[in-house]
C-alpha cells in the first residue's frame, strides 16, 4: 500500500494475468446458475471492498455508510436503464455501470462535503448517521427509491451488445462477462488512483493529517477527493449489481450493505491492496454458499471478524504474508509440527462451537423431537449429551490451543514478527 | 542578512481558560537570519510556535510573513506562504517509506496539487528532488525503510528533511536536538547549517551549546513575555536573562 | 395544534428523550473515560430487554428490571476485562471495530437464542392505566413510570459524580483523562467499572424501553443510530450536550408525530401553489410526521454545517 520499491516487470504482470485468466476462464468453465451467481458477486463485492479501502486502507478513513454511495448508484442505473427502455435511446446498457458511478459520485460529493467536515470517530458516526437518513427517505420518497418493493428493470432493453445478434446481455454467462469485464477495469483503475500523487497524500493523511497539513495540503480537502473516488467506484459496483439482479431496494442503501462493505475489506485486509480481493471472496463464500448449509452463518462470520480483530488485524492478506515470510526463511518448518497441533486443536473448538450454535438454533425453531442433522449424524436437542459434547470440544480444544501457543512461544524465538500490516498503528 | 523583516509577531496574546499564556509577545526576525528562542519550561515557546504556524490561534494579535498577515489561518495555508515548521516531537508519515515521506513533502511546492491523473512515478522532478534531500539529510542507506523503523536520531533527520523539503524561506524549528547525544546533536548542527542555508530560521532550543553556536539573534521568552532580545553575547550578560534562565555564575557551571 | 395536544407531546418526548439520554449518558461516560465510542452499546440496550423479558418469565418482571441490568452490566465488565483492554494498546479505530464487530455478534446471537419474531415482553399490569389525565388526554402510567426511572437514575449518578471518591476520579478523567492516568488509580480497574456501569445503564434503558415498546432483534439498530446522532450533536464527550441533544430530539420527534402538515401545505397558505408534475412536489408534499424518522439525521446534517463541533464540545479532532 505504501511504495514498496518497484518489482521487475514480469512479475508485476503476474498476478493481473492470472485474474484476467479467471475472470475469463471461470463462466466458461462453470456454466450454470450457482457458479455463475457466485461469480457474479464476488466480482461486484471485490469493485466494492477496493472501493471501500480506498478509504479505510488508504487514506484512514472508517465509514459505517458506505453502502449509500452504491446504492444511489444502483438507483441512478436502475432508473437511467427503464428510461433507456423507455425512449429507445442510444445509451448502450453496457455503459450503464458508468452512469451508476456518476450517480454515487454525486451522492459522494454532496454527503462527503458534509462528512468530511469531521474526521476519525467523528466521521464514523456521521457516515451512520448519514447512512440512517438515506434509508430513512427511502420509505419517504417511493417516486425515486420504489418503496418496499424498490425499482425493477430489465437488461435486455437495449440493443445488441457490439451488434452482436443475440448479446442482449438475457443470459448469466454475458451478464458475468460484462462484470468481469467492469471488474477488471475499477481494479485497474483503483491501482492507477493509488499510484498518483493524491493516492499518495492520501495516505500521508492517513498516516500523520497534521503532518500533511504542515507540506501544503488541506487534509479536509484530500479526504473529500478520496471520498469521490471511493463513491464513484461504489456506484460503479451498485449499477453492475442493479443491472445483474434487475431490482434495487432500500437493501442497497442500508445499514447491513455497508457493514457487509466493511466486513469483507477488513477480513482480507486493509493493509494490502488485494486485502479487500481476497476478503470479497471470503466474505461472498460466508453469505452465499455458508448460507446455504447453516442459518447462523451470520454468527459465525461475526464471530471470525471480532477474533480477527483480536488475533490478527491486519487480516488474511496479513496472516497469509507472515506465513509466506516463515516458509521462505525456513522457520515455518520448525513450527510444523506445533502449528499442526495447534490448528488441529482449533478446528477442535470450533466443531464444538458449531454443535452448540446449531443446537441451540434448533431449539430456538421449536422443533422439538425433530432430530437435527449435523455432518449426516442425527442429534436430539433435547437431550444434554450433545451440549455437554459440544461445550466439552470448545472448552478443551481453547484450553489446549492456548497452553501449546504458550508452550511455542518459550521454545521457539520470534521470527518473522515484522511490522503487522494493519494499517492504522 | 538584509534589513528586510522575514516575520513579525505584533503583541500575541493567547490564554487557555484563564491562564494567561503569551501576554504580549512582539518580535521581529530578520530576513536570512537564525534567530534563536530561549526561556525556560512553561514560558510558552511551544504555544509560540503553534501561534505562528497557524495550530492554534491567538486571542489577540497579528503575525506577519514577509508583511502579508497570517493570523489564524490554517496550517497549510501558512505552508502555502512559505512557513514551514518542524516537530519537538516527531511527526513524520510513519506507514510510508523514507523517500515517500520526502516526496510527499515536495508534491505541493512542485505544484502537483490533488493530481489523480498523472502517474506518481513518472515525476522525475519530485523523484529527483526526494533522492537529493535523502542524500543531503544522510538517510540514502534507509531510502526504502519504513519511517517508523528508523532510530530516533534518523526519524529526527527525515523530521526536518519533511520540514525543510518545501524550500520554505522560513523555518521554524522546534527543538531539534531533543534527546540527542553530544555526537548527534553535534552532527545535527552541522546538518542544520548545511541545510538552512540563506533561510531564515527561528529555533526554540535549550541545548545552550547549540543555541550559542548557531544564532545570530537570541530572544529570551519568560511567562509569555520577551524579556530581551539581541546578540548572544548580549543574551549572556544581561542579568535579567541570568536571574530568570541561565544563572548566576555559581549555578552556571555543569 | 392546541394546549393539550401540545402538552402531552412534551411529555411524551421529555420521557422518551429522558430513555435517551439514559442511553448516551453511559456512552458519553465510556467516550470520555476510554475514549473508545461503544458502538455495541445499543445491543447492550436490547440485551437488556430479552434479559428482562428472560428473567420475568422466571421470576417476573420487577426482579427482572433489577437483575439484567446486573448482569449485562457484568458482561459488559467482561468485555472490558477480555477485549477492550488488550486492543487499547491498538488504538480508537481497533476498539471501534471491536465493538462495531460485538453488536454484530449480539444482534445474531440473540437471534439464535429467541429467534427473529419479537418476544413477548410487556411491563406489569400494575403500570397499566392513566397517570394522570391533561385535559382530555391520558398521559399513561407506563410513561411517567420511565421518566421516574430516568429521573431517579440519573440523579443517582450526578450524586455520585458530585460527592464520591470514585465519581471525582470519574469527572476528573472525563476532563484530562491522561493526568487521571498518571495519578496511581488503579486505571484498568476503574475502566472495567466505567464500562460495566455504562453497559447497565443501557441494559437498564432496555428493560424498561423493550417492555415499553417492542422487543425484537432490530431494536438496537435505529435507536443506536439516533444515539450516535446525540452523541454527536451534543459534542462528544459532553453529559450536558448529551442531555440538550437528547431531550431536544425527543421533544422533535414527538412533536413531529402529531404535525400532519408538509412544507407544501405551508407554501399554499402565503399563497404559492406548486405545480403537481414538479419533481420538488415529492420532497414538499411530505408531511412532517412522515419526515419524523428523518428528522434527527436532518438535525445532524444542520449542526455538521453550522457547528460541526457540536453544542458543547471541544476543538476539532483529527
Known amino acids: 500500500m505504501s511504495g514498496a520499491p518497484p518489482a521487475g516487470p514480469l512479475r508485476g504482470l503476474a498476478p493481473w494475468a492470472g485474474g484476467v485468466a479467471l475472470l475469463v476462464a471461470v463462466p466458461a468453465i462453470f456454466g450454470h446458475g450457482f457458479a455463475l451467481l457466485l461469480y457474479a458477486e464476488c466480482a461486484i463485492m471485490v469493485v466494492l471492498a477496493l472501493s471501500y479501502n480506498l478509504l479505510l486502507g488508504a487514506s484512514g478513513m472508517l465509514s459505517f455508510g458506505h453502502a449509500v454511495y452504491s446504492g444511489c448508484g444502483a438507483y441512478a442505473a436502475i432508473h437511467v436503464l427503464n428510461w433507456i427502455g423507455r425512449s429507445h435511446a442510444a445509451l448502450p446498457v453496457t455503459l450503464v455501470p458508468l452512469v451508476g458511478g456518476l450517480g454515487g459520485l454525486l451522492a459522494g460529493a454532496t454527503f462527503g462535503f458534509l462528512s468530511t467536515r469531521r474526521s476519525g470517530t467523528a466521521f464514523a458516526m456521521i457516515t451512520l448517521g448519514l447512512g440512517e437518513l438515506v434509508g430513512a427517505c427511502s420509505l419517504m420518497f417511493p417516486g425515486f427509491f420504489g418503496g418496499e418493493g424498490g425499482i425493477s428493470g430489465n437488461r435486455t432493453v437495449g440493443g445488441n451488445v457490439f451488434g452482436v445478434p443475440g448479446w442482449n446481455l438475457g443470459s448469466d454467462i454475458q451478464m458475468d462477462y460484462l462484470i468481469g469485464a467492469w471488474c477488471l477495469a475499477c481494479v485497474a483503475g483503483m491501482r492507477a488512483l493509488l499510484g498518483t500523487p493524491l493516492g499518495r497524500i492520501a495516505n500521508a493523511v492517513r498516516d500523520n493529517p497534521e503532518r500533511a497539513e504542515f507540506v501544503g495540503y488541506s487534509a479536509r480537502q484530500v479526504r473529500w477527493l478520496m471520498l469521490m473516488a471511493s463513491s464513484f467506484f461504489a456506484g460503479i459496483g451498485g449499477g453492475l449489481a442493479a443491472l445483474n439482479f434487475e431490482i434495487v431496494t432500500a437493501e442497497n442503501v442500508g445499514a447491513l450493505r455497508s457493514g457487509e462493505m466493511l466486513l ?8 494490502y491492496f488485494h486485502g479487500p480481493i481476497l476478503g470479497a471472496v471470503v466474505f461472498v463464500f460466508f453469505a452465499v454458499a455458508l448460507s446455504q448449509i447453516t442459518k447462523a452463518w451470520q454468527l459465525y462470520l461475526g464471530l471470525f471478524f471480532v477474533v480477527l480483530v483480536l488475533k490478527a488485524p491486519g487480516g488474511l492478506a496479513d496472516v497469509a504474508a507472515r506465513f509466506l515470510a516463515q516458509a521462505r526463511d525456513g522457520s515455518l518448518r520448525r513450527r510444523a509440527a506445533g502449528l499442526g497441533s495447534m490448528a488441529g486443536c482449533l478446528l477442535l473448538a470450533l466443531l464444538g462451537l458449531i454443535l452448540l450454535v446449531e443446537l441451540t438454533y434448533h431449539r430456538t425453531l421449536e422443533s422439538e423431537g425433530e432430530g437435527m442433522r449435523l455432518i449426516g449424524l442425527g442429534l436430539d436437542a433435547a437431550r444434554p449429551l450433545p451440549w455437554v459434547a459440544g461445550a466439552t470440544m470448545l472448552l478443551g480444544g481453547g484450553l489446549v490451543f492456548r497452553w501449546l501457543r504458550r508452550r511455542e512461544a518459550q521454545a521457539l524465538p520470534r521470527s518473522y514478527a515484522g511490522p503487522s500490516r494493519a494499517w492504522w498503528r | 542578512m538584509t534589513d528586510a523583516i522575514a516575520l513579525e509577531l505584533q503583541d500575541l496574546q493567547k490564554s487557555f481558560g484563564r491562564t494567561a499564556i503569551i501576554r504580549g509577545v512582539s518580535l521581529q526576525i530578520r530576513a536570512g537570519e537564525c534567530h534563536a528562542l530561549i526561556g525556560p519550561n512553561g514560558a510558552g515557546k511551544s504555544t509560540l510556535f503553534n501561534l505562528i504556524s497557524g495550530r492554534l490561534a491567538p486571542d489577540s494579535g497579528r503575525i506577519l510573513l514577509g508583511g502579508t498577515d497570517i493570523t489564524g489561518r490554517a496550517p497549510f495555508e501558512i505552508y502555502r506562504r512559505g512557513l514551514s515548521r518542524s516537530f519537538q516531537i516527531t511527526n513524520i ?3 510510508l517509506t523514507v523517500f515517500e515521506n520526502l516526496r510527499c513533502a515536495v508534491l505541493w511546492t512542485l505544484g502537483y496539487r490533488y493530481a489523480f491523473l498523472r502517474r506518481l512515478e513518472r515525476l522525475a522532478d519530485a523523484r529527483a528532488q526526494a533522492e537529493e534531500l535523502i542524500e543531503r539529510i544522510g538517510l540514502a542507506q534507509r531510502r526504502d525503510a519504513i519511517a517508523s523503523t528508523l532510530t530516533y536520531a534518523e526519524q529526527r533527520a527525515l523530521e526536518l528533511g519533511i520540514t525543510i523539503a518545501g524550500g520554505s524561506p522560513v523555518i521554524l524549528l522546534d527543538e531539534p536536538t531533543a534527546g540527542m547525544s553530544r555526537s548527534e546533536t553535534e552532527r545535527t548542527i552541522e546538518l542544520l547549517r548545511r541545510l538552512t542555508a540563506g533561510r531564515t530560521l527561528l529555533m526554540v532550543e535549550h541545548d545552550m551549546e547549540v543555541v550559542f553556536g548557531l544564532a545570530e539573534r537570541i530572544s529570551v521568552l519568560v511567562y509569555g513575555q520577551v524579556i530581551a532580545t539581541g546578540a548572544p553575547e548580549q543574551i549572556r550578560a544581561d542579568t535579567r536573562v541570568r536571574e530568570a534562565y541561565l544563572g548566576t555564575a555559581e549555578t552556571e557551571a555543569h | 395544534m392546541n394546549l393539550e395536544l401540545a402538552l402531552i407531546s412534551a411529555l411524551n418526548g421529555a ?40 428473567i420475568s418469565r422466571w421470576v417476573g418482571f420487577w426482579p427482572g428490571l433489577l437483575l439484567s441490568p446486573l448482569f449485562i452490566g457484568l458482561i ?20 471501534l471495530l471491536f465493538t462495531f464487530g460485538l453488536s454484530y455478534v449480539i444482534v445474531e446471537l440473540v437471534q439464535v437464542i ?25 398521559f399513561p402510567k407506563a410513561r411517567g413510570f420511565v421518566m421516574l426511572v430516568a429521573a431517579l437514575i440519573l440523579g443517582s449518578l450526578g450524586a455520585v459524580l458530585r460527592y464520591s471518591r470514585i465519581g471525582m476520579v470519574i469527572q476528573a478523567a472525563l476532563s484530562h483523562p491522561r493526568t487521571a492516568e498518571t495519578l496511581g488509580h488503579d486505571v484498568p480497574r476503574i475502566h472495567m467499572l466505567v464500562f460495566g456501569g455504562g453497559t447497565a445503564l443501557a441494559a437498564l434503558a432496555g428493560s424498561i424501553g423493550g417492555a415499553l415498546t417492542v422487543t425484537e432483534p432490530n431494536m438496537g439498530i435505529t435507536i443506536g443510530a439516533i444515539l450516535f446522532v446525540v452523541i454527536v450533536v451534543g459534542g462528544m464527550g459532553s453529559l450536558a450536550g448529551a442531555f440538550i441533544a437528547s431531550l431536544a430530539i425527543g421533544e422533535i420527534d414527538a412533536f413531529a408525530k402529531v404535525i400532519d402538515r408538509s412544507p407544501a401545505d405551508l407554501l399554499g397558505a402565503v399563497g404559492l401553489h406548486v405545480d403537481p408534475s414538479n419533481p420538488l412536489r415529492a420532497v414538499l408534499d411530505v408531511t412532517v410526521s412522515q419526515a419524523a424518522p428523518v428528522l434527527p439525521f436532518l438535525l445532524l446534517v444542520v449542526v455538521l454545517m453550522v457547528r460541526p463541533r457540536g453544542l458543547m464540545g471541544k476543538r476539532e479532532d483529527h
Not at chain 1, 469483507?264 to 493493509?271: R, V
Not at chain 3, 459488559?76 to 476498539?95: F, K, M, N
Not at chain 3, 392513566?130 to 391520558?138: A, E, K, N, S
Open chain 1, 264 to 271: 469483507a475489506t477488513f477480513i482480507g485486509g486493509a493493509g
Open chain 2, 93 to 95: 508519515f510513519h506507514n
Open chain 3, 15 to 54: 420521557s422518551y428523550g429522558l430513555l435517551l439520554f439514559m442511553l448516551s449518558a453511559g456512552l458519553t461516560l465510556i467516550f470520555s473515560m476510554m475514549g473508545v465510542l461503544n458502538f455495541a452499546h445499543a445491543s447492550f440496550y436490547m440485551l437488556g430487554a430479552y434479559g428482562g423479558y428472560q
Open chain 3, 76 to 95: 459488559g465488565c467482561g468485555v472490558e476485562r477480555y477485549g477492550l483492554r488488550a486492543l487499547h494498546a491498538r488504538g480508537p479505530v481497533a476498539e
Open chain 3, 114 to 138: 429467541w429467534g427473529r419474531p419479537p418476544v413477548p415482553y410487556r411491563l406489569p399490569a400494575e403500570l397499566d392505566g392513566t397517570l394522570f389525565t391533561v385535559y382530555t388526554v391520558d
